[in-house]
């Protein structure tokens, strides 16, 4: 079996630490390109500060796409992952988008994009199988019950809202049906922002305090009843990386773009 030769962007983040050593325990998985600004030009295991494959850092996504690869992770930057996944997309490579504050605009890009290529992109708010199982409850609920709001907490100095996990959370139910709003959000007295942003028709209001990693709760409402569905993230990136891997194995079977782990799994 030929390994499946990984480019990964973001090799030294949060993520990107424990996704290096976890590639290379994998047999049918191998690190062939790693990406970070702030390490460019240092050995892989230098900057990491642990054994890790021997490969220089390169400071863009196009430099180290000039290696021969089937498959990008970004785990980057909100403001350089539209450009990483298309550079990866226009040369033949698959990708795997673990970086949130992509738009729904953007993945139509990227699908029509993947689609004329013949690759496939698996972009996925939320790697943690906890937040996939939210995200299929909650799929469930919106079609029983027609009002509800999210709410996105996010570390203090997360730059993006909503995060990716909210986003992709909204659109999927916007998908189930539009929320009924009893109160048109234009009639709002006082601060309409107050009211959240619309997203996929649905309201959300993101939360950023230390304190806080990543959570999203959503929330249902009918006349004498509520119904709370919510994930919260650890401080370790053990499950994201066990996400990961798996979406690197899976991105190749299939053309275009999926949003969401749980389109590649049999729940």
Not at 107 to 121: F, M, T
Not at 172 to 200: I, S, Y
Request: aromatic content about 4%; glycine content about 12%; charged content about 20%.
């Amino acid at each position: 079996m030929t390994a499946i030769r990984v480019c990964l962007a973001g090799a030294t983040g949060w993520v990107g630490r424990g996704l290096v050593p976890a590639i290379a325990k994998a047999a049918d998985l191998t690190l062939v390109a790693a990406v970070a600004r702030t390490a460019a030009g240092k050995r892989l295991g230098d900057a990491l500060g642990f054994p890790a494959p021997d490969l220089p850092i390169s400071r863009s996504v196009e430099d180290a796409l000039g290696v021969p690869c089937d498959v990008l992770v970004d785990y980057t930057r909100p403001d350089a992952v539209r450009g990483h996944v298309l550079a990866a997309v226009e040369r033949g490579v698959h990708a795997v988008v673990g970086t949130s504050g992509l738009t729904d605009p953007e993945y139509a890009e990227i699908d029509g994009a993947a689609r004329r290529r013949g690759v496939g992109v698996l972009a996925c708010g939320n790697f943690a199988l906890t937040a996939v199982l939210l995200q299929r409850f909650a799929e469930f609920a919106a079609r029983h019950i027609p009002q509800w709001e999210i709410l996105d907490y996010g570390k203090a100095d997360k730059p993006d809202a909503p995060s990716g996990t909210s986003r992709e959370l909204a659109s999927r139910l916007g998908e189930v049906r539009p929320p009924v709003l009893h109160h048109p959000l234009d009639r709002t007295q006082g601060a309409k922002e107050a009211r959240g942003a619309t997203l996929g028709g649905t309201q959300i209001h993101s939360v950023r305090l230390p304190g806080f990693v990543s959570s999203v709760e959503v929330l249902f409402g009918l006349p004498h009843e509520r119904l709370s569905i919510r994930h919260d993230s650890g401080s370790g990136a053990e499950p994201y990386v066990a996400g990961t891997l798996l979406a690197i194995r899976k991105v190749g079977t299939f053309t275009g773009l999926r949003r969401g782990l749980d389109t590649v799994l049999e729940l």
